[in-house]
């Protein structure tokens, strides 16, 4: 079976649309020859598994980098000017990039219509044949799709606001919208609100048909607990408070997932199968068939010397110090430049470094200086003079119209991801697991609906049992007494928790603060000098060349496509454009 659904996802891929009449003139029977799908169930379920391919589309590790959301935030800092190609370079989100028609990386409208169309054809075929593999069979495959589909809506959503609706059966001919008729090809959008209303329904539908779990050799297909997850996440951005505390309950409730013990596992390629029961929904890697250059691109300078191979190119994104000083201390101390160095750790000893008495999350996420790193220790410092010499991963000052070939320019480099160990990594590239949606998550879920309710000590309780797997003392009533003060503490454990995992610039949108967060704003890193007598200065550095990155309030919505709007007489464009 997971031989054919490989064969069948590549297949998936292979119609594309661009436009109004791109998407809906299609035939269906150029992309599903019904007669052979449905002479055998398993070729059938390799084109509903082919709909999954939606997600692995956002993958935030495997899109050659141009979908490492979290560099379009202060988290994470490109480190070359534009020799990647990176949308996030220059001026971040400078203006130029983004236009009316153009929503740069982020445009979605096009690729997705595309795939709702496939999908709902799929419905369509599902509906007339699929009930001669049984009853059950038929009606969880048409769930699995819906749910696709409704992440496919999500997409769009949370880059333009309303989608126009297309359904299964919104065409002029009962079934779905084949571009035969005018009406199908001029829909008006709905409103953002009623585009979430419609995707929280279809979700709910959906769960009602889907199992509690599959037998193994379809792990990975949409479970209940897989939807309610997903679901106490996209309800954040509907504002639907009650239906995200509601599916993070559902979820808890079916008794399969918890938090793992050690947050670094979730990481590891080789602890896997352990980290199932908190990674609700991963993009799971196979050795020799899934290759990307997320290692090749991101390890610290030093490992090309180590591996005998070039470095200029890794690197390409560092973390910043706006999240390496998110990270407090063991204790539950928030870190302070300027206070670190009068911190004790639990023996009474004031810390002579400010990194290694961070709690656990900042070891798992971030590579600093002296950190144990394989056989060696990471060397971001440049030296005093020539005698002293710069380390071997070390620090080079970001400049504009160049890059640092390879080098940090933040004093940092990431951790999260990598897949340590492993010395193949030059020659068969990455395929680690990426975690799309993990309990830990639908916990702060539920914290944040819990608060915007005003239930601010319930609110407390999940967002403190994510505190306490890495042994952060509770926050209480007394950190917490309203909703704006809880909502500051959930920000910054939502960036401790998920830094690098793709959620911050959303959480940015929907929270609409990016224009806080980004406009006018700068990032920062640390430059650390070592001195003659081996001890090391650290000094605060803005790490964008002396440019103020770029958020105009437009960008929360950005231009619907030209093709769209040619070809669609009642589609209307975002306002601002």
């Known amino acids: 079976m997971k031989r054919i659904n ?16 791109d998407i809906l003139d299609v035939d269906s029977t150029t992309q599903f020859n019904e007669s052979a799908i449905w002479s055998d169930p398993d070729v059938a379920d390799g084109y509903v598994v082919a709909a999954y391919n939606t997600i692995a589309d956002h993958s935030n590790l495997r899109s050659n980098t141009r979908r490492f959301y979290d560099a379009y935030t202060d988290l994470y800092k490109s480190t070359s000017w534009d020799q ?28 997705a219509y595309g795939r709702i169309k496939r999908t709902n054809i799929l419905i369509n075929s599902i509906e007339s044949q699929g009930a001669k593999f049984g009853e059950n069979w038929q009606k969880v495959r048409i769930a699995e799709a819906r749910f696709c589909n409704a992440i496919n809506y999500w997409f769009i959503a949370r880059v333009y606001g309303g989608a126009v609706i297309r359904t299964p059966y919104s065409g002029v001919n009962g079934k779905t919208d084949d571009g035969k008729y005018e009406q199908d090809c001029n829909r008006a ?3 953002e609100a009623e585009t979430y209303d419609y995707i929280i329904k279809e979700m709910k539908e959906a769960i009602v048909d889907l199992p509690d779990e599959w037998e193994s050799k379809y792990v990975g297909r949409a479970t209940k607990g897989m939807v309610y997850g997903f679901l106490s996440r996209i309800a954040l951005y509907a504002h639907d408070w009650e239906t995200a505390v509601e599916a993070a309950d559902k979820c808890k409730e079916l008794g399969k997932y918890e938090l793992v013990a050690n ?8 602890k896997d199968a352990a980290n199932r029961k908190e990674v609700i929904y991963a993009l799971y890697g196979l050795k020799d068939i899934t290759k990307f250059d997320f290692d090749n691109k991101m390890r610290p300078f030093g490992d090309g010397a180590v591996y005998n191979t070039s470095a200029a190119s ?40 400010p990194f290694t008495y961070r709690e656990p999350r900042f070891q798992a996420t971030i590579l600093y200086n002296g950190a144990t790193w394989e056989k060696r220790t990471i060397e971001t410092y440049v030296g005093v003079n020539a005698s002293v010499g710069d380390g071997a991963d070390s620090f080079k000052e970001y400049v504009n119209a160049g890059s640092t070939a390879g080098h940090t320019c933040t004093g940092y480099y990431m951790r999260k991801y990598l897949m340590e160990g492993n010395s193949e990594w030059t020659t068969k590239q990455s395929w680690m697991t990426e975690n799309i949606l993990r309990y830990a998550e639908v916990l702060l879920n539920k914290a944040e609906a819990l608060a915007e309710l005003g239930r601010i000590d ?19 009533v007394k950190d917490a007494p309203d909703k704006d003060s809880f909502m500051k503490i959930l920000r910054k454990e939502r960036i401790c928790e998920l830094a690098g995992e793709g959620l911050r610039y959303w959480d940015l949108r929907r929270w609409k603060i990016a224009h806080e967060v980004i406009d006018g704003q700068t990032v920062h890193g640390v430059k650390i000098t070592r001195r003659a007598s081996g001890s090391f200065a650290y000094a605060q550095v803005d790490c964008d060349g002396g440019n103020t990155r770029i958020f105009q309030q437009r960008y929360y919505y950005f231009s619907i496509p030209a093709d769209e709007l040619t070809n669609n007489k009642l589609c209307v464009d975002n306002p601002g454009w």
Request: negative net charge; aromatic residues 12%; glycine residues 6%.
């Open 189 to 191: 959008r709905v409103s």
């Open 314 to 353: 890794m690197g390409q994104i560092v973390p910043t110090s706006e999240l390496a000083d998110s990270y407090e201390f063991k204790d539950g101390t928030e870190f302070d430049w300027s206070t670190w160095n009068k911190v004790t750790d639990a023996n009474g000893k004031r810390l002579e470094d």
């Open 6 to 21: 490989y064969i069948l996802f590549s297949a998936a891929l292979l119609v594309s649309a661009s436009s109004c009449n």
């Open 458 to 476: 319930e609110a407390l309780a999940p967002l403190n049992q994510v505190r306490a797997r890495v042994g952060l003392p509770a926050k209480t």
């Open 263 to 270: 947050y670094a596992d979730l990481f590891k390629l080789d």
């Open 84 to 111: 990647y190609e990176h949308m996030y370079n220059k001026n971040l989100m400078e203006t130029s990039k983004f236009g009316k028609n153009n929503a740069s990386d982020f445009g979605i409208w096009s690729e």
